[in-house]
């Protein structure tokens, strides 16, 4: 079994928690308090959050 915290993907010290990536997520799995983090068991791999990401913040695949 994977541990819960494999799960999450933290982005990295460039972000600005600016949510910019919140709101095109379309699978709603992008959480930011600060910073942003990604569940990534619901993540389709879409690509949207690292397009719109103004500081290159997601480096997630
Ligand atoms: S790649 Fe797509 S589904 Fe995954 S967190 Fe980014 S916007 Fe959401
Ligand atoms: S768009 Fe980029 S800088 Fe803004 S909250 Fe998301 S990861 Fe952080």
Redesign the pocket.
Known sequence: MIPEEEKIYQ?NH?????????VVCPQKC?L?DR??SIRTSDCTKCGE?YH????D??DYE
Do not use: R
């Open positions: 982005t460039l972000c600005s928690g600016c949510g910019k990536c919140l992008i930011v910073v942003a959050c719109i990401c103004p500081h913040a997601i």
